[in-house]
């Protein structure tokens, strides 16, 4: 499952000196056509609201292996969503489109990180395709 945050559905028109002008819609083909070539397949998921996100954390484990997320300004400060992902134990990788560490202090520091089996920072659109080999090879060596 790939999970995106709030403000991901601007992606194109928000800000793209920051975060690249693909759409969510473009990253989801890009995405869609990396996975058929590993042989996985993938859901995708947005929400601007941390309750249906925690929801969708909840219902990871009997909808997917894994999952990439990118939970956009709750990264730094949802415990709800650390919880959820405490109670749905799956892996996952986290994503952000910039260089987290570039930008503003209180971006540093991300509440659900050490919970991720790794971190993909600041590679735009990329980073996207570089979590999802990841995780498609922990996957795979876990099995």
Known sequence: ????????????????????????ADIEVQVRER??????????????????????????GGNAEGAIVNLGAYTHTSLALRDAFL??????????????????????????ADLAVGMVTGFGAAGYLLALEALVGVLRARR
């Open 87 to 112: 109670a749905a134990p799956i892996p996952f990788v986290e994503v952000h489109l910039s260089n987290l560490f570039k930008r503003e202090a209180e971006r540093h520091h991300s509440v659900t």
């Open 1 to 24: 499952m790939v999970l995106n945050g709030p403000n991901l559905n601007l992606l194109g028109t928000r800000e793209p000196a920051l975060y690249g002008s693909a759409t969510l």
């Open 35 to 60: 996975a058929a070539a590993l042989g996985a397949s993938v859901t995708f998921a947005q929400s601007n609201h941390e309750g249906e996100l925690v929801d969708l954390v909840q219902g990871i």
